[in-house]
């Protein structure tokens, strides 16, 4: 198996079709066609069948999928990694980021990256714990930063803390709770949460009620979407958690923060990667600058 096969094969599998795969390699239709049957000659396996839609991947070509990947991308890091430590401008970085540090963060660790590197091409995928860590896993993300779990990711990622997110707990202005925020009244309302009670938001708004001495919501909407989630607080009377940056943005007009009487919330947000692979300088610097825009922005 050769790099260009499987580069040619990863890319038919992401494109769904040879035609658009040709395409986002810069080759010619017979170029991908021909590295994609040299590649089945080499395996002595059908990895790939084609139909008047595109192609689709035989359950062979599936399991040979998540390894090409992690083979493909290992090689442009090796590339990168070559060409920007003699300084050279270029390679791509792809990165997973969970809503919050989108919305608060990276608007400053941008500005910050693009100040060195210009040119390097970002990719970004915007998801909780669940969408981006896979994908750290698989070798097409360099790295992610999310919400801090307590579950272990195991041996195969590292795990950095960066910093801890201040939460508010949001509301609609004008909602009947603003005028007594208790933790029982506060508890009776519904939630959206990005998370049930055992993860994530979900885990920290049952520990903060639990210290309350008071049991947590039982009504949880679980919303994904931070954009969705503002709606929600917006217009209707569900309550929710959000970083305490985000309520001064445009976004959040006619959301308030409650002053509930509660132990103070934060979640931490922490940077994973995998433990086998280094970061690129371009990677690595990219993280340096999440990380200091996130502990400028929420410090303490």
């Known amino acids: 198996m050769k790099y260009h096969q499987l580069r040619a094969f990863v890319s038919a599998a992401e494109h769904g079709s040879i035609r658009a795969a040709a395409r986002a ?19 002595g396996l059908p990895l790939i069948a084609r139909n008047a839609r595109g192609i689709q991947l035989t359950q062979d070509g599936q399991r040979l999928l998540m390894r090409a990947r992690l083979i493909v991308r290992q090689m442009q890091q090796a ?7 003699q300084g050279i401008d270029t390679g791509s970085v792809a990165i997973g980021l969970t809503p919050a540090v989108v919305l608060t963060v990276l608007p400053d660790a941008l500005k910050a990256f693009r100040q060195r590197y210009r040119n390097v091409a970002l990719r970004l995928v915007e998801g909780l714990a669940p969408i981006v860590v896979p994908g750290v896993r698989n070798g097409t993300l360099d790295f992610a930063m999310t919400v801090q779990s307590n579950v272990s990711l195991g041996n195969d990622f590292v795990t950095e803390s960066c910093f801890h997110a201040q939460q508010a707990i949001a509301a609609r202005a004008g909602h009947p709770v603003l005028a007594d925020p208790s933790p029982a009244a506060l508890a009776a309302q519904e939630w ?42 917006r217009n ?23 002053p509930a009487r509660l132990p103070s919330l934060s979640t931490e947000i922490s940077l994973v990667r995998r433990a086998d ?18 502990r400028t922005r929420f410090p303490g």
């Open 277 to 294: 692979v280094p970061l690129t300088p371009a990677a690595a610097y990219l993280a340096a600058c999440l990380m200091q825009a996130g």
């Open 192 to 233: 959206a949460l990005s998370s049930r009670l055992q993860e994530g938001h979900g885990g920290l708004i049952q520990q903060v009620f639990a210290t309350s001495g008071v049991a947590p919501p039982e009504r949880i909407l679980v919303c994904e979407s931070y954009s969705t989630a503002v709606a929600l607080v």
């Open 236 to 258: 209707t009377d569900l309550l929710s958690l959000f970083p305490e940056p985000l309520l001064a943005l445009p976004e959040c007009t006619g959301i308030v923060a409650v």
């Open 79 to 85: 590339r990168d990694e070559l060409n920007q430590s």
């Open 25 to 43: 390699l810069f080759l010619s239709q017979a170029a991908v066609t021909k590295a994609l049957r040299e590649l089945e000659d080499d395996a």
